[in-house]
Nanobody
Framework: VQLVESGGGLVQAGGSLRLSCAAS????????MGWFRQTPRNEREFVAA????????LHANSVKGRFTISRDNAWNTVYLQMNSLKPEDTAIYYC???????????????WGQGTQVTVSS
């Protein structure tokens, strides 16, 4: 499945952004979806995941209560609503697709190109 992220940008601390990831090429509803982020100094880090039908979600402790993952299978899109953003949330954000439901990037087969999120203090 091909994935294209959008919605990144520059925002002040405390602000909000909504990332979108549009999928094409295969049946979107067959895939569990995840969001990950990466900075130049760190490995790719799990942010959130959602099951095929959206009934189950996982969020990293660092974003719990601030970020929310959701999906719309009719529009082949997964979202990441990010509120109360902090400078440490600055990273490239990637969406990914997997037949498994989990938090390890190694379990995800298809990746988008990423979108930059920068949070200024």
């Amino acid at each position: 499945v091909q994935l294209v992220e959008s919605g990144g940008g520059l925002v002040q601390a405390g602000g909000s952004l909504r990332l979108s990831c549009a999928a094409s090429g295969r049946t979107f509803s067959s895939y569990n979806m995840g969001w990950f982020r990466q900075t130049p100094r760190n490995e790719r880090e799990f942010v959130a995941a959602i099951s095929r039908n959206g009934a189950s979600t996982l969020h990293a402790n660092s974003v719990k209560g601030r970020f929310t993952i959701s999906r719309d299978n009719a529009w082949n899109t997964v979202y990441l609503q990010m509120n109360s953003l902090k400078p440490e949330d600055t990273a490239i954000y990637y969406c990914a697709a997997s037949i498994e439901f989990g938090t390890s990037p190694r379990g995800y087969d298809d990746w988008g190109q990423g979108t930059q999120v920068t949070v200024s203090s």
